[in-house]
Structures are given as structure tokens and as C-alpha cells.
């Protein structure tokens, strides 16, 4: 199994199978409205816009389940995003990603490095590899603009 195994729903209803960015890096970030990491959004926009042309794909996936942070619908997040952060980057539609009735995703991240690889917080984030496969774990603290998560980044998309 790889990450191109699993689907998410778009922020606005339709299908986003990863598998149609197998080829390209991934760095997916489960989000929220409300949470004191919340303007790592401008970090992650900067991030899609250096270097989708490269081949990484930012998926924000919001999540209300650090603290309550993400109470909106699908239509309020999109429009807090696009109005506060201007963010473009693919978005998925709310999603839980940890326990008993996280996203299938997130189960297989577990499966994948163990319990302590399940986010921990608000704007933890994953990347996926060219071929689908788990490149690095970082936590909400690891800013996307740190050089850790950018060195990985440039490895995962060297393959």
C-alpha cells in the first residue's frame, strides 16, 4: 500500500484521489481556522507557490479535533482561507485524523511509523514521496518554511 491508495473528498464535494499526484511530492497538512499555528497558512501558500511548478502539492486536510479549532463548514473554511490567507492550494473537506474514525489516510500513516506518528496537534505535517510512499513526519512547531521540512521536501522530489 501507498499514500496513492486513498481518497479524501475536495473542500467543495468532488473526489481527490492522491493517486493523481503520484509523480509528485505531497505535503499534506491537517489544518485549522482557530489555532495559534493558523497563520502557518501564509508559510504553506509560499511553499505551494515555490514549488508546485517543481512538483509538490500542498493538501490542506481541516480537522476539528485539537481543540475544537475547525467548527465551520466546508463553504466558511474555503472562504476563511481564500480571504485571510489567499490560499490556492488543494483542500480537502473536514476529515478527523486521529483515533478510531481517522481518515483511512491517517490509519495507514500509523501503520506506516507507529502511534507516535498520529498528529499530535493542528498543522502537522506529512510528506508523501514521488511513489507514494511516507518521506517524513513534522510537527505543527516545524514551521513550513523551516529548512528541515524544505531540505526534506527538495530529497522527496529528487526521489
Known amino acids: 500500500m501507498s499514500a496513492h491508495d486513498f481518497e479524501f473528498a475536495s473542500i467543495d464535494g468532488k473526489p481527490l484521489k492522491l493517486s493523481d499526484f ?26 505551494w507557490r515555490n514549488y508546485r511548478d517543481k512538483g509538490l502539492v500542498v493538501l490542506g486536510v481541516p480537522s476539528n479535533d485539537f481543540g475544537a479549532q475547525e467548527p465551520g463548514s466546508e463553504t466558511q473554511i474555503q472562504n476563511f482561507c481564500e480571504t485571510r490567507f489567499n490560499v490556492s492550494f488543494p483542500m480537502t473537506s473536514k476529515s478527523t485524523v486521529i483515533g478510531g474514525n481517522a481518515h483511512p489516510f491517517y490509519k495507514w500513516i500509523v501503520s506506516q511509523a507507529g502511534e507516535g506518528a498520529a498528529p499530535r496537534w493542528n498543522f502537522h505535517k506529512f510528506l508523501i514521496d514521488t511513489k507514494g510512499n511516507l518521506a517524513g513526519a513534522f510537527p505543527s512547531k516545524v514551521a513550513p518554511e523551516d529548512a528541515k521540512l524544505t531540505e526534506a521536501i527538495d530529497a522527496a522530489l529528487k526521489g
Open 22 to 47: 503520484a509523480g509528485k511530492a505531497v505535503l499534506v497538512v491537517n489544518t485549522a481556522s482557530a489555532c495559534g499555528f493558523t497563520p502557518q497558512y501564509k508559510g504553506l501558500e509560499d511553499l
